[in-house]
Nanobody, 116 residues
Framework: QVQLVESGGGLVQSGVSLRLSCAGSGTIFSMYRMDWFRQAPGKEREFVATISGSGGSTSYADSVKGRFTISRDNAKNTVYLQMNSLKPEDTAVYYC?????????WGQGTQVTVSS
């Protein structure tokens, strides 16, 4: 069982940076592939970024590539999403997701609102 708690969201202006954190419980956190998803009002949840258990492999949605960076600190059971050059279209609830061997866990989400 893994519990995920996101933090770091807020209301910011376009162009600034924000860092989201996702703290996970459990002793095998490093075995989980970790992802960030987001869901804007009236839209389906969409993939943002993923990172392997070791942190050696990452991938991003085209919409955030070059602006967002996913990273993890397994010693702290935490995954991060550094978001730079934020745009109003980045406004959404951001969710942390853990995956291991067909088992999925989701956090409760953190709201990010970017004003123009």
């Amino acid at each position: 069982q893994v519990q995920l708690v996101e933090s770091g969201g807020g209301l910011v202006q376009s162009g600034v940076s924000l860092r989201l954190s996702c703290a996970g419980s459990g002793t095998i956190f490093s075995m989980y592939r970790m992802d960030w998803f987001r869901q804007a009002p009236g839209k389906e949840r969409e993939f943002v970024a993923t990172i392997s258990g070791s942190g050696g492999s990452t991938s991003y949605a085209d919409s955030v590539k070059g602006r967002f960076t996913i990273s993890r600190d397994n010693a702290k059971n935490t995954v991060y999403l550094q978001m730079n050059s934020l745009k109003p279209e980045d406004t959404a609830v951001y969710y942390c997701h853990a995956y291991l061997q067909w088992t999925n866990y989701w956090g409760q989400g953190t709201q990010v609102t970017v004003s123009s």
